[in-house]
């Protein structure tokens, strides 16, 4: 059984930081692409950033310059911080991990609220 936790999130206004961490584990698990997307209320699940295990990042172009992916291929980690946030950046976000077999296992979702 494979586990996505993510963590971090909250509430915060607008011009403000967030970051959110996320951790995928499972017995002999090894996640191949790790990334993050995020649904808008009433808005159907987009990409934010992925990060493609072949030293391919990709980001939303909304997001660019503003946000970065990060991550920690041994634990199976990746993180992304979220800087001079906007409103329409409130979603919930959810973390992704992929395996070679193209098996995706998503995380709970963690609330990002940006409001003044």
């Known amino acids: 059984q494979v586990q996505v936790i993510e963590s971090g999130g909250g509430f915060v206004q607008p011009g403000g930081s967030l970051r959110l961490s996320c951790a995928a584990s499972g017995r002999h698990f090894r996640a191949s692409g790790m990334g993050w997307y995020r649904q808008a209320t009433g808005k159907q699940r987009e990409l934010v950033a992925r990060?493609?295990?072949?030293?391919?990042?990709d980001y939303n172009t909304s997001v660019k310059g503003r946000f970065t992916i990060s991550r920690d291929n041994a634990k199976n980690t990746v993180s992304l911080q979220m800087n001079s946030l906007k409103p329409e950046d409130t979603a919930v976000y959810f973390c992704?991990?992929?395996?070679?077999?193209?098996?995706?296992?998503w995380g709970q979702g963690t609330q990002v609220t940006v409001s003044s």
């Open positions: 992704n991990a992929e395996t070679n077999a193209g098996i995706t296992f």
């Open positions: 990060d493609r295990d072949v030293g391919i990042i």
